[in-house]
C-alpha cells in the first residue's frame, strides 16, 4: 500500500513537471543551455534543460530540448513568444517551434500506477502476425518518408541560410558605406548643399 501511494505521488509530480515543461525544436546544434536560459529569461525562469539525442537519422537535423521553468503560466508565456512572433536561436535560419511537453517526451518518466504492460512473441502461423507483419512494412515505408522530408528540410534550410547571408553582407556594405561617408565629410557637404540642417549642427 505504501509503494503504491509513493507511485501515486511521484507520479503526480511527474505530470506536474510535464505541464510547466516546455518542447522546443528547430535548434541550431550550437545552441547551449545557458543560451536558451538567456533568450527565455524576459517571459520564464528556466529550471532545467534537457537536450533530446537522435540516434536514428543519419542527418545532422536540428535538436530538440525539453525546458522546464518556473510554472504553468511562464510556460504559457514562452510558448507564445516563441509562436506569435520569429523567435531565433543560436543563428538557425528558421525560427524555433515550440510547444506544451508530453509525459511520453521524457525518458525517465515513472510508471503509471494501475497500468499494466503485457508483450508476447509473435511467428508465423500464430493469430495477429499478418497484421504485424502489415504493420512492420508501413513502418518501414514511413520511416522511408520520413527520411525523404528531412533531407528536403535541410536542402531548403541551406538554401535560405544562404540567402541571409547574402542579405547580412549587402547590408553590411551598406552600412560600410555610410560611415565612409560620413567620416569623409561627404554627408556634411550634401547636408549644406541641399541646405538641410544635421544634427549636430
Known amino acids: 500500500m505504501k509503494d503504491e501511494k509513493q507511485a501515486e505521488k511521484e507520479y503526480a509530480d511527474f505530470e506536474a513537471r510535464v505541464k510547466r515543461t516546455?518542447?522546443?525544436?528547430?535548434?541550431?546544434?550550437?545552441?547551449?543551455?545557458?543560451?536558451?536560459?538567456?533568450?527565455l529569461a524576459q517571459c520564464a525562469n528556466v529550471v532545467n534543460t534537457e537536450f533530446i539525442e537522435n540516434y536514428t537519422i543519419e542527418y545532422e537535423i536540428p535538436a530538440a530540448a525539453l525546458v522546464e521553468v518556473d510554472n504553468v503560466s511562464q510556460a504559457q508565456a514562452a510558448v507564445d513568444l516563441m509562436n506569435n512572433f520569429p523567435f531565433m536561436l543560436g543563428g538557425m535560419p528558421r525560427?524555433?517551434?515550440?510547444?506544451?511537453?508530453?509525459?511520453?517526451?521524457?525518458?525517465?518518466?515513472?510508471?503509471?500506477?494501475?497500468?499494466k504492460i503485457e508483450f508476447?512473441?509473435?511467428?508465423?502461423?500464430?493469430?495477429?502476425?499478418?497484421?504485424?507483419?502489415?504493420?512492420?512494412?508501413?513502418?518501414?515505408?514511413?520511416?522511408?518518408?520520413?527520411?525523404?522530408?528531412?533531407?528536403?528540410?535541410?536542402?531548403?534550410?541551406?538554401?535560405?541560410?544562404?540567402?541571409?547571408?547574402?542579405?547580412?553582407?549587402?547590408?553590411s556594405n551598406k552600412y560600410d558605406m555610410l560611415e565612409n561617408l560620413v567620416n569623409n565629410g561627404e554627408i556634411t557637404k550634401l547636408a549644406q548643399h541641399y541646405k538641410v540642417k544635421l544634427g549636430d549642427d
Request: overall charge positive; cysteine-free; proline content about 8%.
Open 22 to 39: 516546455i518542447y522546443i525544436d528547430h535548434l541550431s546544434p550550437l545552441v547551449t543551455s545557458q543560451v536558451i536560459k538567456a533568450s
Open 95 to 115: 525560427p524555433v517551434r515550440a510547444a506544451f511537453a508530453k509525459p511520453e517526451m521524457f525518458p525517465d518518466r515513472p510508471r503509471k500506477p494501475g497500468l
Open 120 to 171: 508476447s512473441w509473435v511467428k508465423q502461423g500464430d493469430p495477429g502476425y499478418d497484421g504485424m507483419n502489415k504493420l512492420k512494412g508501413l513502418m518501414r515505408r514511413q520511416e522511408a518518408e520520413n527520411m525523404a522530408l528531412i533531407k528536403n528540410q535541410l536542402e531548403e534550410e541551406k538554401e535560405l541560410a544562404a540567402q541571409q547571408q547574402e542579405t547580412l553582407v549587402a547590408n
